[in-house]
């Protein structure tokens, strides 16, 4: 019984040995390369950052617990952490999800912005933070965050301005990777997009990406002609649920996403995941 025993351990500790090698060896030769995942949760935004040289940050989290199984399939088995989750703002549908992971994974910081503190999910989160030594840090347009190998600035929101809807409070934020960049809006309306082709004017370049995620789940509140054509993406991603009860992606989107070319991908059925490497920028 005993000699059973110690064979299953010793069956566990190669398994174990063996998946810790093949993160490492992955990681050594053969991950050369940044990821933007739009995980699957369903109607809400989870996105998940990896750079070539290991920083991963979660932005949302999704509208339940669903993102902690989706994440698993791409953190290694060793390393259950993640540097970083923002909350671009205090809805259900991109929140929720966040506190699970505060639960169930080590995270250094959580970013989110003044706005969401006095909010109900808001405050649950931030319960949830303290529970589990999460940073918490305040971000504000000008913000930039440096972490190997991914460059976040934040683009929005302002805090000085008085805002009608939560939507756009979102953080907006443009991520540069060693090989491509990618920007998120969250649920911010064409109203800020518009504030942020004015405030950029001077330097447009700041606006101009690889890859956008449609704001606002593909909604027509969102993605304006003028944004389009100031962030003139290669792919454009939706983060929206099958049959959504809100009819996104608006088919006033996709029109516009077509008539500036723009790629449309989304992770309606499964992980979207686009790859940059020096080859250039693959999506799966
Ligand atoms: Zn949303």
Redesign the pocket.
Known sequence: MKKKILIYIVIFIIILGISFLQNYINKLFFQQTDSVIALQVGQ??AVLLESDLGARVLVDGGPDNSVVYRLGDYLPLFDMSLDGVFMTHA?L??VLGTIEVMRRYQVKYLFITDFIKDKYLGQLALQEAEKNNVNVVIVNIGDVIDLSGMKISVLWPDESMNYSNA?DTSIVIRVDFQYGSVMLT??ASIDIEEKLINIFSNNPEILDVDVLKAG??GSRTATGPAFVEATSPQFAIISAGLNNKFGHPHMEVIDILNKYNVKIVDNVYQDLQIEFSENGLVVY
Request: proline share 0%.
């Open positions: 809400g935004d809805d549908d991109h939507n969250g649920d606002h789940h």
